[in-house]
């Protein structure tokens, strides 16, 4: 949060708003942060679960797109990312129903953001070879 505020920069923006912003489910049907004394209180633990699991996987997809956005991790790691978890939720959605529907709603989201970003193709340009040798006595343009 700190750095997404730049060091308070800038208003901070919560974990909802940034979910919203990335087409994530958010909070929404997972319960909230200001009911979880109640929900221990009679004993759903399970709700208790649901709503923790989903808040972590809110912050960990947004901890990824910042990675990516700060150079921490390039389009290739990004997307490998979001695909290991995707699979992670696809395989846990009978024994945890909770993560099932918060992989249906962010796969039905009709946020601008994508769940995966663009690689781009390396391109190479034909250079002539060089020796080393070479490379101490070529010119500027030549080394390039």
Partial sequence: MEQV???GAVQRIGLQDISNMLGLPGKAGFGHGSEVADMMARGEVEKVRAYCETDTLNLY?????WALL??????TGHNASIDSLVDCLSRERSARPHLGEFLDRWQ???RPYPMHVPVPRQTFV???HL??????TATPTEAI
Avoid: M, Q
């Fill in 5 to 7: 505020s730049d060091y």
């Fill in 61 to 65: 997809i947004a901890y990824i797109r």
């Fill in 70 to 75: 700060t150079g921490r991790t390039d389009p």
């Fill in 108 to 110: 039905a989201s009709k």
């Fill in 126 to 128: 034909d250079r002539p």
């Fill in 131 to 136: 020796e080393s040798s070479d490379v101490l």
